[in-house]
Nanobody, 116 residues
Framework: QVQLAESGGGLVQAGGSLRLSCAAS????????MNWYRQTPGQSRDMVAR???????DYADSVKGRFTISRDNTKNTVYLQMNNLKPEDTAVYYC??????????WGKGTLVTVSA
């Protein structure tokens, strides 16, 4: 059974930083594309950053230059380093795995709150 466990969310002031982690189990991590999404109440769940199984990264325009996604295949973990956070980054952040072997999987999310 695939499990994705996010951690690292919390309350931070605008301009601050947080690093989110997503630890995967039961997943062929090395061959999976890994993604971070975020969602606010009443809104759609939007892609924030993604990293391919080959290490290629892509970002939403709203976070380019501030967020960095990375992965450690030895730890089955994907990270999202978030710098210069803004109040509009406040959301629940979800880890997503797109596995050629087992399809799409979601974590339960971690809340990030950025105060002005």
């Amino acid at each position: 059974q695939v499990q994705l466990a996010e951690s690292g969310g919390g309350l931070v002031q605008a301009g601050g930083s947080l690093r989110l982690s997503c630890a995967a189990s039961g997943l062929f991590f090395r061959i999976s594309h890994m993604n971070w999404y975020r969602q606010t109440p009443g809104q759609s769940r939007d892609m924030v950053a993604r990293i391919s199984n080959g290490g290629n990264a892509d970002y939403a325009d709203s976070v380019k230059g501030r967020f960095t996604i990375s992965r450690d295949n030895t730890k089955n973990t994907v990270y999202l380093q978030m710098n210069n956070l803004k109040p509009e980054d406040t959301a629940v952040y979800y880890c997503n795995a797109d596995s050629p072997a087992s399809g799409l999987h979601w974590g339960k999310g971690t809340l990030v709150t950025v105060s002005a």
